[in-house]
């Protein structure tokens, strides 16, 4: 239990990543590989964001583990899901994998939505009960004027 608990304090040091994840949400529709999503950093993104990283921990070797990231205006609206990223195989441990997200933000243009991951994770490919899939979604946000620029026309006309 200790050794759990000091993995857990190393992880959220090294991604700088709060406990908890929020305002990113961690959905499990199915935990039966040796497999456990730790988090993402950033918890959040603006829309010009470049990348995020998954961090998360195999308990047992996984054969394959496949992120699938999608792009959505509403947390309820359609997403087509994106070419996957390969994030494993991976021995026993924790580990980080770089996702490219700055062609999926640009779909957004300059709203907000959301951003999320399908992470299928296999153990033993041999065993096919050996699967989880975990959708982790996070807010992205519009991104910040540029210093010394105004919002909006109104905001410009409201200055002259």
């Known amino acids: 239990m200790l050794a759990s608990a000091l993995l857990l304090a190393a992880l959220a040091a090294e991604t700088h990543a709060s406990l908890d994840g929020h305002p990113s949400v961690t959905q499990?529709?199915?935990?039966?590989?040796?497999?456990?999503?730790?988090?993402?950093?950033?918890?959040?993104?603006?829309?010009?964001?470049?990348?995020?990283?998954?961090?998360?921990v195999a308990t047992d070797p996984l054969d394959q583990v496949n992120v699938f990231p999608f792009v959505r205006r509403s947390p309820d609206g359609p997403a087509r899901i994106r070419s996957q990223v390969s994030c494993g195989p991976r021995d026993v441990g924790s580990w980080n994998?770089?996702?490219?997200?700055?062609?999926?933000?640009?779909?957004?243009?300059?709203?907000?939505?959301?951003?999320?991951?399908?992470?299928?994770?296999?153990?033993?490919?041999?065993?096919?009960?050996?699967?989880?899939?975990v959708i982790v979604t996070l807010p992205v946000r519009r991104a910040p004027a540029a210093r010394g620029q105004p919002l909006s026309t109104a905001h410009r006309k409201l200055s002259d």
């Not at 590989?33 to 990283?53: D, E, I, M, R």
């Not at 907000?112 to 153990?123: F, K, P, S, V």
């Open 97 to 133: 994998c770089l996702i490219p997200v700055a062609d999926l933000l640009r779909e957004l243009k300059d709203s907000e939505g959301e951003l999320g991951l399908r992470i299928e994770a296999h153990g033993e490919l041999r065993q096919r009960g050996q699967h989880s899939t």
């Open 28 to 56: 499990y529709l199915s935990n039966d590989a040796p497999f456990v999503v730790f988090g993402v950093t950033p918890t959040s993104l603006v829309a010009t964001s470049a990348s995020l990283t998954l961090s998360f």
